[in-house]
Nanobody, 114 residues
Framework: QVQLVESGGGLVQPGGSLRLSCVAS???????MGWHRQAPGKQRELVASITRAGSANYADSVKGRFTISRDNAKKTVYLQMDSLKPEDTAVYLCNAESFAGDYWGQGTQVTVSS
């Protein structure tokens, strides 16, 4: 098992930036990692993912604005979010996926508002 703890959320004005971090309790080498988000009244959606080999994929709504990265030595996955929009407001959750199971963090709130 692995525990995931997200941090870095907060209140930011439109056009601003935030960097989210997801720290794992153990090695993330065997996991594909992802950031998801859930806004009130909406379904959870995958925002960005990064494979064990470091290949990244993004939802169309965040392409060119968000960047996912991983530091296996630090057991950490990051989500750099730039040019934030009000519609990016949501709880952002970190996910670790492998053939052996799926693990989720508790989430961190991101609010984009003037």
């Amino acid at each position: 098992q692995v525990q995931l703890v997200e941090s870095g959320g907060g209140l930011v004005q439109p056009g601003g930036s935030l960097r989210l971090s997801c720290v794992a309790s153990g090695s993330i080498l065997r996991f594909n990692m992802g950031w998801h988000r859930q806004a009130p009244g909406k379904q959870r959606e995958l925002v960005a993912s990064i494979t064990r080999a470091g290949s990244a994929n993004y939802a169309d709504s965040v392409k060119g604005r968000f960047t996912i990265s991983r530091d296996n030595a630090k057991k950490t996955v990051y989500l750099q979010m730039d040019s934030l929009k009000p519609e990016d407001t949501a709880v952002y959750l970190c996910n670790a996926e492998s053939f052996a199971g799926d693990y989720w963090g508790q989430g961190t709130q991101v609010t984009v508002s003037s």
